[in-house]
């Protein structure tokens, strides 16, 4: 197979840094670059990579921050873009790129720069949660069916599991409204809204709610769903909803301008813990209606679920898996294959994580 040149954009932060090793493990042949502005960090981590790693300063708050680079054939992002150079230098460049930090607005301004530039390479947004592996898992539930009434995602998060602050700042977005699938219909949904209970893999039952992510939309318009959710729990007693209580109250935002306050102080990352996801669907095949699940348990947390994800996207637009992607914008259902979900399910199986499949 061709080596492949490499660039790990933010490649020593908390994902990023998991999923270099998880680069190295699998594709030892690859040429990995750790970029950032650490160079001290980015030479460390590609010290104990070993073989041809090594760092390379790049500053995404600057223009062309790879303009030193050359032979770059993917980019991974695992930093927030606010003013999109690396996402911009990639496309003109005609260099793959792959995206797991954006948040919805982030993502479709993504999604418009690459249509905007008609890349010659492919570009991967895949902000979806744990870098949109439980979407291409959710997608394989609905394979061969006829029709799909409804798919739901819930999670259960660990309050002592680890992340970094990209991935916490999600919290900041939770008390806002957002537009989900539901009822046959694109409706205005309130934050942490429609409790229901899940059991999941680990026996633990817990109340979930819904929650925005890139998920909420694909969910419905991979599969055709008449309702599509994304529902949030937490392992230890009931703290959503005290929150949805402080939404209600307009307490939740002024609590996190308090100093010291912020949505990395209230999730209280901590040294890691399980994760784990439940996937429903309902629909029909033949005029005969259909029950589908999956399951997905991570005792290695969310943080190496994600970096698990991130891998098979960087596969997808570096053209080292089956399911390589062509030049343009895509999300992480996109040419979707039995080839694709099933080289996944094979990173999961070989990484410890716990794939279960029901009804199929």
């Known amino acids: ?55 390379a300063v790049t500053d995404v708050t600057k223009s062309e921050p790879m303009r030193n680079l050359e032979g770059i054939d993917a980019v991974a992002c695992f930093i927030h873009e606010t003013d999109d150079h690396l996402l911009n230098e990639a496309a003109k460049r005609g260099i793959a790129y792959m995206d797991i930090t954006r948040g919805q607005e982030a993502q479709m301004r993504g999604l418009a720069a690459a249509a905007l530039f008609t890349p010659g390479a492919p570009m991967l947004f895949t902000s979806h949660w744990m870098a949109g592996g439980p979407a291409i898992v959710a997608r394989r539930l609905a394979e061969g069916l006829d029709s799909v009434t409804r798919v739901d995602m819930s999670i259960l998060y660990y309050t002592g599991d680890k992340m970094g602050p990209d991935s916490a700042s999600a919290g900041e977005g939770m008390s806002q409204g957002f537009t989900a699938r539901k009822g046959g219909a694109w409706q205005r949904v309130g934050p942490l809204s429609d409790e229901r209970e899940v059991r999941f893999p680990s026996g633990a039952a817990r109340p979930v709610y819904r929650m925005n992510m890139g998920d909420v939309m694909t969910l419905a318009l991979a599969s055709g769903a008449r309702e599509a959710g994304v529902r949030l729990g937490l392992d230890k007693g009931n703290s959503l909803a005290t929150m949805r209580r402080l939404i209600k109250l307009g307490l939740w935002d002024l609590l996190l301008k308090l100093p010291g306050m912020s949505a990395v102080a209230a999730t209280k990352p901590g040294p890691g813990a399980p994760h784990e996801i439940v996937i429903e669907l309902d629909g029909e095949a033949g005029r005969r209606k259909v029950s589908r699940k999956a399951t997905i348990l991570d005792p290695e947390g969310q943080s190496h679920l994600t970096a698990v994800g991130a891998l098979y996207a960087l596969e997808r637009i570096a053209g080292l898996g089956p399911a390589p992607l062509g030049p343009g914008a895509a999300l992480p259902e996109t040419g979707f294959s039995m080839a694709g979900f099933e080289r996944l399910a094979a990173l999961y199986e070989a990484e410890g994580i716990a794939l279960g499949l029901e009804g199929i």
Request: aromatic fraction near 2%; hydrophobic fraction near 45%.
């Open 1 to 55: 197979m061709m080596t492949r040149r490499i660039l790990l954009a933010g490649g020593y932060g908390v994902v990023g840094a998991q999923a270099a090793r998880l680069l190295r493990k699998h594709h030892p042949e690859a040429e990995i670059l750790i970029g950032g502005r650490r160079e001290k960090e980015a030479a460390a981590l590609a010290s104990s990579l070993g073989g041809s790693a090594k760092a």
